[in-house]
């Protein structure tokens, strides 16, 4: 697994692979959108069926890299749970699961759409958003400047083309002033990096850290393609 490193607000981090977020010089590791209990969300509202394994593959995948770097604090950028009672349904293994990693590392659950209520007493600490100086930690990014801003929210992937085929790919997202992180959970879908919901975000130029299975890639957003179905490609046309 190499990390690939980069600067964002005169910081040096680290986008790994598996998709977190590394800060080396605060031994800070950051997660965005594990949406635990995923699975079983859509089971009990007969949506559609998914495989139940979502929680324990995703925490799975966290702790190796808990146990890999050992961070001292580890920040989960919101929408942590897919829905306020997904704590009620985690299974026996993956409530002791959490209870093992939360004893591995000072937890920080910020507060997502999907769960703005608190996870259980003795997990961690529960804050709207939280700072670092000189990065700011929060669900989802805020319009206009933000220095040091790191966020999740809108899960972004790189769609490519590669030897003719067409590829989506999870990725970071950052112009060197914010970053996206792309969602860590198992079973969560992914936005278009060019979507203008994510692009009015980046008025200039910005970069998608693409996630490979054992590398992370740099490509400006000019080498990522759309999806079919935006409506209009005006918007896109006219920062090219």
């Not at 400006?220 to 935006?230: G, M, N, T, V």
Request: glycine share 8%; hydrophobic share 45%.
């Amino acid at each position: 697994m190499t990390p690939y490193e980069f600067v964002c607000a005169g910081e040096r981090l680290e986008a790994l692979p598996l998709g977190a977020l590394h800060w080396p010089a605060r031994r800070l590791l950051a997660v965005a959108d594990l949406h635990l209990e995923k699975g079983s969300s859509y089971a009990v509202n007969a949506l559609k069926l998914l495989p139940r394994h979502d929680t324990r593959e995703t925490l799975q995948a966290l702790g190796r890299l808990i146990e890999a770097l050992r961070p001292e604090i580890v920040v989960c950028l919101g929408d942590s749970f897919h829905d306020g009672e997904a704590v009620e349904r985690l299974p026996p293994f993956e409530r002791a699961e959490i209870e093992r990693l939360t004893s591995l590392a000072k937890f920080i659950w910020i507060a997502g759409n999907h769960d703005p209520a608190p996870p259980p007493e003795g997990w961690g600490l529960v804050a709207e958003q939280i700072a670092h100086a000189p990065l700011v930690f929060r669900h989802e990014a805020q319009f206009g400047p933000a220095e040091g801003e790191i966020s999740g929210h809108y899960h972004p992937v790189a769609a490519l083309t590669i030897r003719g085929r067409g590829l989506r790919r999870r990725c970071f997202l950052t112009d060197g002033s914010r970053v996206i992180l792309p969602a860590f959970g198992a079973y969560t879908g992914g936005l278009n990096a060019l979507d203008p919901a994510i692009a009015q975000l980046f008025p200039d130029d910005y970069d998608a850290l693409v996630v490979g299975r054992d590398a992370v890639r740099r490509l400006s957003w000019r080498q990522l393609r759309a999806d079919p179905s935006f409506a209009d490609f005006a918007w896109m046309r006219d920062r090219r």
